[in-house]
């Protein structure tokens, strides 16, 4: 069974950096899958950050593009993101996901991932 666990989250300023992690277990990364971060705001539907996976592509959601980047350390069965340059607006609980099939639906769309991690909240002030 595929776990996820994420960790990292925490408060800080605009401008500041973060590194989320995300500990996958009872997952093989030679099968086909994609990896994912998704974040929720207040009050707002769930988005696709950043993306990572032999059937998807190395993709980033255009508001984090630039800041954010999605990088894996398979010997550590991690997932990570790096996030620079925080802004107010990327104040959000952020949750990492896998699937092994995205039948032809985009990688930062959530609707074809079927495990979840808990989340980690991230506050970004002002």
């Known amino acids: 069974q595929v776990q996820l666990v994420e960790s990292g989250g925490g408060s800080v300023q605009s401008g500041g950096s973060l590194r989320l992690s995300c500990a996958v277990s009872?997952?093989?990364?030679?099968?086909?899958?994609?990896l994912a971060w998704f974040r929720q705001g207040p009050g707002k539907e769930r988005e696709g950050v950043a993306s990572i996976g032999t059937i998807c592509s190395t993709a980033y959601a255009s508001a984090v593009s630039g800041r954010f980047t999605i990088s894996q350390d398979i010997a550590k069965n991690t997932l990570y993101l790096q996030m620079n340059f925080l802004k107010p607006e990327d104040t959000a609980m952020y949750y990492c996901?896998?699937?092994?099939?995205?039948?032809?639906?985009?990688?930062?769309?959530?609707?074809?991932?079927?495990?979840w991690g808990q989340g980690t909240q991230v506050t970004v002030s002002s």
């Open positions: 009872g997952f093989s990364y030679t099968e086909y899958y994609c």
């Open positions: 996901a896998g699937t092994r099939a995205l039948d032809g639906y985009w990688p930062l769309s959530p609707s074809k991932y079927t495990t």
